[in-house]
């Protein structure tokens, strides 16, 4: 809400406010009826932040922006975490710059989107039973809820 001044330094409150864009996803808000012009913003923590922009052309201009920045601060996942146990993990998302070039970062994802649409399917065909509040319940759920999201 404060106007912009580009010479002004970040306070400690600008910096524990800002959002971390890395790994993130913008996209038109279609399920968000109350607002025109409205953009959502998925994390990589699966928060999910809504902005109105002042014009339709302008909203798309802020995602265009936005998952452009984003792809550029997403450098591809680290394995998860490895453990004897067969808890589910997810993959370490870094911050830092991809090295990659749009063509590998491009490829990049779209062998993720095949694997992790390999993986949900092989998750569904054993399936826990839903009655149960089991730890492996619990753990079949939260593997459900971040390969869908992913």
Not at 60 to 79: E, G, K, Q
């Amino acid at each position: 809400q404060d106007e912009y001044k580009p010479d002004k330094d970040l306070s400690e409150v600008d910096l524990k406010n800002a959002i971390r864009v890395h790994h993130a996803l913008a996209t038109k808000a279609s399920d968000y009826s109350k607002k025109s012009n409205v953009l959502k913003l998925k994390t990589a923590d699966w928060r999910v932040f809504l902005f109105q922009a002042p014009s339709k052309e302008e909203m798309f201009s802020w995602i265009l922006r936005i998952n452009l920045v984003a792809a550029i601060f997403s450098a591809p996942a680290f394995p998860a975490a490895i453990c004897s146990m067969k808890k589910f993990c997810r993959p370490l998302l870094p911050s830092s710059m991809t090295k990659l070039c749009q063509e590998e970062q491009l490829r990049s994802h779209e062998n993720k989107m095949k694997q992790i649409a390999d993986e949900l399917a092989e998750h569904k065909l054993h399936p826990v039973e839903k009655s149960l509040k089991s730890k492996e319940a619990e753990e079949y759920r939260l593997k459900e809820h971040y390969l869908i999201f992913e």
